[in-house]
T-cell receptor
Framework: DQQVKQNSPSLSVQEGRISILNCDYT??????FLWYKKYPAEGPTFLIS?????DKNEDGRFTVFLNKSAKHLSLHIVPSQPGDSAVYFC????????????????FGKGTLLTVNP | GAGVSQSPSNKVTEKGKDVELRCDPI?????LYWYRQSLGQGLEFLIY????????KSGLPSDRFSAERTGGSVSTLTIQRTQQEDSAVYLC????????????FGSGTQLSVL
């Protein structure tokens, strides 16, 4: 039972355009969401995160939007660059009753983004 | 080298053999995790170490899997009597105490069981 779903295995966009990567989740007890980026033969690297008390978080070209009622989040990359070509993983963490009590992340299967020059 | 280091980067073994995968976390990071990624799947949590606390082994798929962390630093993941379904990329990550959800991953060990 996949609790974090990335339904698009791949996405191709033109350089300079917007890339929108989507993620859906089923567990309403998730309260913190992250995006990781992975290049081939490397480990995933943290990109951006959002707490469930917010609906938007922006960091340079990257913006994550959270729609709690729809259990949906999206990552926007504007403008897209060829160096953004990578696999993007959405991840979620359960609500912490005590700080540090939840540390497991549940990952989606990833979306391969290709940005064409 | 400031990053998480894993060795070997690739391991090919025969079904039934034991393998050991090593992880050297970022110095000062108290938390250490093992995840694995099977082909076409997301990252799957295996085990978590935090300081001197008992590890959370709830993600280990069978009793053939074990892990230890010596001296609060280096960790070894051992798979006994490997099976073909163990073939995956095994990723180690560490995180500082202040932001445990922001994991720093190593490059992983690609394990292939023939």
């Amino acid at each position: 039972d996949q609790q974090v779903k990335q339904n698009s295995p791949s996405l191709s966009v033109q350089e300079g355009r917007i890339s929108i990567l989507n993620c859906d989740y089923t567990n309403s007890m998730f309260d913190y969401f992250l995006w990781y980026k992975k290049y081939p033969a490397e480990g995933p690297t943290f990109l951006i995160s959002i707490s469930s008390i917010k609906d938007k978080n922006e960091d340079g070209r990257f913006t994550v939007f959270l729609n709690k009622s729809a259990k949906h989040l999206s990552l926007h990359i504007v403008p897209s660059q060829p160096g953004d070509s990578a696999v993007y993983f959405c991840a979620a963490r359960l609500l912490e009753l005590l700080r540090g009590s939840n540390y497991k992340l549940t990952f989606g299967k990833g979306t391969l983004l290709t940005v064409n020059p | 080298g400031a990053g998480v280091s894993q060795s070997p980067s690739n391991k090919v073994t025969e079904k039934g053999k034991d393998v050991e995968l090593r992880c050297d976390p970022i110095s000062g990071h108290t938390a250490l995790y093992w995840y694995r990624q099977s082909l076409g799947q997301g990252l799957e949590f295996l085990i978590y170490f935090q300081g001197n606390s008992a590890p959370d082994k709830s993600g280990l798929p069978s009793d053939r899997f074990s892990a230890e962390r010596t001296g609060g630093s280096v960790s070894t993941l051992t798979i006994q009597r490997t099976q073909q379904e163990d073939s995956a990329v095994y990723l180690c990550a560490s995180s500082p105490a202040a932001s445990r959800e922001k994991l720093f991953f190593g490059s992983g060990t690609q394990l292939s069981v023939l």
